[in-house]
């Protein structure tokens, strides 16, 4: 999916979110063709579900009686490779520059499409070792709800981080805990399952709109042109 996402940018100047968002119909969409067909479990009343997988293939726990398993390991282990490529590679200081502004990265002579690709393609593959980490851990299988909303909870967390590894970690445990509190709203107060997409919107409105009243100052024209017809009064008088 990185993949063609860089191809449609190169190719056709797509924007790379929203390609990425509508293919995440298709990557749904081939996993309940896979779920319903080839990799059905024979053995599993009918239920849209592969095999569990055996014991070699799953990912430890590292905490009894939670969630957390060998997938930490992962996750940390590309937060300091991201870092390092960011902060401490020529490659990470070509993908900020073009991120910030396409044209200097041109004028300079980098490569903008070459970095589109190599950039999606690290995407990708970091996407993938997460969903592969979250089938191999706790679910052990494939399922059709293996992924409730994180490709579009990524984006809140990659602005609320502000596409910095470590910002991104710290947001990452917000909505963590944004999910898990919506689970236990669900199970205690009845509440349905939007709820936790409701507060994962509000957080992403409010973060947008605390960067709008920062880096914009809202005017009204009739105001404005009163206190000049005043200032100029006074400068008169």
Known sequence: MGALCAWLKTAFNANEI?????????????????????????????????AMFGDATRLPQIVEDLRVHGGLYFAL?????????????????????MGLDKRA???????????????????????????????TGPIGQLVPQVSPGYGYAAITVAF??????????????????????????????NLPQSITQLFQGMVLFFLLACDVLILYRPRLKG????????????ATA
């Not at 896979?34 to 849209?48: A, I, M, R, S, T």
């Not at 990265?105 to 996407?127: E, Y």
């Not at 909505?175 to 236990?184: I, K, P, R, V, W």
């Not at 105001?223 to 006074?234: C, M, V, Y």
């Open 18 to 50: 929203l390609t990425s968002i509508m293919l995440n119909y298709i990557a749904l969409n081939l996993l309940l063709f896979c779920v319903h067909g080839p990799l059905k479990d024979p053995e599993g009343f009918n239920f849209p579900e592969s």
């Open 77 to 97: 282990l590309a937060l300091v490779a991201v870092w390092v490529l960011l902060q401490r590679s020529f490659l990470g200081f070509q993908i900020k520059v």
């Open 105 to 135: 990265a041109g004028f300079v002579g980098f490569r903008d499409k070459w970095l589109v690709w190599v950039t999606l393609l690290i995407s990708g593959g970091l996407a993938g070792l997460a969903g592969v980490a979250e089938v």
């Open 160 to 189: 609320l981080g502000r596409l910095h590894p470590l910002g991104i970690v710290f947001a990452s445990l917000l909505m963590a805990l944004l999910y898990l509190g919506g689970e236990n709203a669900q199970m205690a107060a």
């Open 223 to 234: 105001i404005a042109k009163l206190k000049a017809g005043r200032s100029t009064k006074e």
